[in-house]
């Protein structure tokens, strides 16, 4: 496996082309840094934050959501389909019910972004006087 992100531990997948790897190294950073935009933009919206306090308790039938959080079944739909492409929650299809729990790679993949952030942020100094474009 490589990492594509120091901060996301990101596989990428390349295939040989001619005798050259088709996915190079910018390349595999910039779709990391797409997954990471994603995760965080899904993060980033109350109503998204209370599906997920819902789902803490476990696997949760999107009609027992749509009852708890009082939110239309498309406008719920909507932000569950963005938790679940950002990796946060899986579904699973029971009759004609959708079911959701949280997603443990999706929730490490967060953490361990904040981690590398946390890390970098307690091992870089504070710059002394640095004249910076003259």
């Not at 190294?25 to 933009?41: D, I, Y």
């Not at 009852?67 to 492409?85: C, M, N, P, V």
């Amino acid at each position: 496996m490589v990492n594509v992100l120091p901060v996301l531990k990101y596989t990428a997948t390349t295939s040989r082309v001619d005798g050259h790897d088709s996915l190079n190294a910018a390349e595999s950073r910039a779709a990391g840094l797409v997954r990471q935009a994603a995760l965080f933009h899904a993060l980033s919206d109350p109503r998204r934050l209370t599906i997920l306090s819902h789902l803490q308790a476990g696997e949760q039938c999107v009609c027992h959501l749509q009852e708890a959080i009082d939110l239309g079944q498309s406008l719920l739909s909507f932000h569950l389909k963005t938790l679940r492409e950002a990796g946060l929650v899986v579904s699973r299809r029971e009759g004609r019910w959708m079911h959701y729990r949280l997603a443990p790679a999706g929730l490490t993949a967060a953490h361990d972004a904040i981690a590398a952030l946390r890390t970098a942020a307690s091992a870089s100094a504070p710059r002394t006087h640095v004249v910076c474009c003259d």
